[in-house]
């Protein structure tokens, strides 16, 4: 399949005067697992309205799978869509919401959407208006999964479940991936998106500041770095890339160091080495990088 | 903050949800009830004898249908007979409806737990609600005892009258509060206020038709209203009897309120049942669904009260025949030839299209109501057009409403038939489906707000029917020009099965609801979903 998942172009949303997307440009090729980070207001659920047709562009296109957004009887054939804030019919049990959902949408996977009742623990026979939050969310994500449709878009999907059901979670994205099928994901659970996605997004005021792998990103940024001397220690002040340096008592020197570590390391084995350790940056701290204070 | 301060925003909170409404309400019952009275002289004259008084009085059938007649040969007891039931319908249907709004709905939405987790208990959020909309009801009854005595009648029936109307609207709103603690969904308690409600309604009828069963009125707040009697003996101990029930269901709300858990009823919802796998598998399946509980709802309710038109059709058009003088007046009053069955059947068949056009208002507004709150999400996610989803849900919504139209028919025709009046079922249905356009239009607008104003579908929704009915009732009662009459859709209703059916306005009224459809199935495609 040539055409990606996802492609959009100079795609721009505006509320009266407020610039909730500013000329997105991103494609997803088909088969990977993307993460869309950014704060709380970013755009990231304003993306996925567009996406779906459910908002309508100011300006630029959205393609899925190369047909038009808008043009939601072709692209929903080929999608699932999991909101973040799931609401159901309250009088509708949860098997006749799959009943609904599996009927009108792009086909389902029966035999997978039992294991998948199974694998979350839904009991089925309660009206949605009973279901907690979390359930009600596994409601959306059985049937999202189940339907084996070529892209998934997950919103949030996991703000509401608690830690075993979100191993599996991780495991039916997993499953998706094997079956070649894109996910694109958007959350805040940071280790999950870590865990999961071959590609993140950062979204920030509506512009998108970053798309690249996840080593990539650490590459991108701080390693914490430590090393002991055993005579005096090199002054770093000045080398590109070093920063925060912090000396201490025990005569350890501490500082982060951002882009290429030659310039750092010169400097650091000029001097009488006894011990170096690094450590990458999660992408929790990467996150908070782009957005605000260092943790 | 204090628990005073506290209070003080709960109690703005719930003005805030009511302002709008309430104000409208006010305006519109002092309002009717002045140019009521005020026309008196240039609509009734002062010749009306009081024979021909005594004879419509001693009527069972317009007791039935119109409430008794009460001291029609002065202005004020012409209003009274003339708006009193339509507005104290109009007053408790708008309060109840304010109070499942604005608490158990606001509960369902889950905006109550951030409230209830502040400094006041569930008891006391739900009395300032019921607090603010007593004081519009108060505002109601002070506005309309104005408007009256301004209008040059008595005060002491003014003030009966004014105090009766808030006093039957307050009461429906302590039922609606009690209601909205037994059930725990807004659709249940605004459905079981509305059914005790509707059989207070038909009490009073059966009571003021009926010698034998005129206790029942004492059981009905319409039937209350109706025995205070305004501007002949100003009675008292009625209005004394409403006010206490009133109190009486408020308080057992109140106090029941603190007996459930936030988010519950006293009726626990199911826990769980086998799947009911029927109506499931398409767009236009699920929307008729969604349709068939209210649907037998309203279907009660049309028709219960086209039974007793149907009954009541033999002894209501001997009378007018006997009493040429009341069917001129009741021409007048925008009831023309009711002195022949069809003629009858053909007057009160026009009255049907303000039910059964706010029924697909209202329903076309629960899917505006299903996409603000997300519940239609999920649908518009999957692989179908926005326009076949309106399309499905519009359509289901007009066969709904040609289903009511059959049920008035049938229920007319089996009543005229119980008492050998000569309406056959061919003639009811002719009659009946003549209001469709009417219906029609309300579904146009209220698509047509769907796709522009989907905040407001119902309400724009119910204008052809209800306001051009108010529209009507009013332009007949003042004798307003021509062309104001004229603006009402039901100026253009033939008197069918009188009479054929007017085909050219027929076909526009068709004509502008497609073209209001159109604009606003354009509508929806091009704008953002809300929610």
Redesign the interface.
Known sequence: MSAPAIRTEALTKRYGTVSALDGLDLTVPAGEVFGFLGPNGAGKSTTI?LL?????PTSGRAWIFGSDAAD??????R???V?A??????RL?G??VL???G????GVDRAYRDELVRRFAL?????A??YSTGNRQKV?LV?AFATRAPLLVLDEPTSGLDPLMEREFRRAVAEARADGRTVFLCSHQLAEVEAVCDRVGILRAGKLVDVATVPDLRALHRTEVLVRFAGPAPDLRDVPGVGAVERGADGALRFTLTGPPGPALRQITAADVTAVSMREPTLEEIFLDYYGEQP | MSAALAGRAVTRLAARQIQRGGLIVVAVTAGMSALVAATYASTMGTEADAAALAALAGNPAIRTLFGEPVALDTPGGFTVWRTGTVLAVLLSVWGLLAVTRTTRGEE?AGRWSLLLAGRLGVRAVLGRHLLVLAGVMGAVGVAVTGALVAAGTPAAGAVRHGAGLALAGLFAVALAALAAQVF??RAGATGATVAVLGVGLLARMVGDGVAALAWLRWLSPFGLLALTRPYLDDRSLPLVVLAAGAVVVGAAAIVLAGRRDVGGGLVA?????????LL????PR?ALR?LLRPLAGWAAGVGAYFLLIGVLATSMTRFLADNPRFAELAAQAGFAGLSSVRGYAATLFALLAVPVGTFAAVRLGAFAA?EA???L??????????RRLLGAEALTVVAGSVVLLAVAAVATWAGAASVGADLPLAAALAGTLNVLPVVLLCAGAAVLALGWVPRAVAGVGALPAAGGFLLQVVADSVGAPAWVAHLSPFAHLAAVPATGVNWPAALTMIVLALVAAALGVAGHQ????IG
């Open positions: 309205r779906l047709g459910l908002a309508r939601v009887a072709a692209a929903h054939q999608l699932a869509y909101p804030d799931v609401a159901l019919w309250p049990t098997a006749e009943e609904l959902l009927a009108v949408g792009p009991d089925l026979s309660k009206p208006g009973a959306a049937a | 369902e725990p969904t919802g199911t826990a769980g049942r086998p799947p009911r796998r499931l598998g398409s767009v699920f969604r299903a709150d997300r519940r999400t999920l649908l518009y996610a999957l692989p179908v057009t926005r091009r704008r953002d979903l």
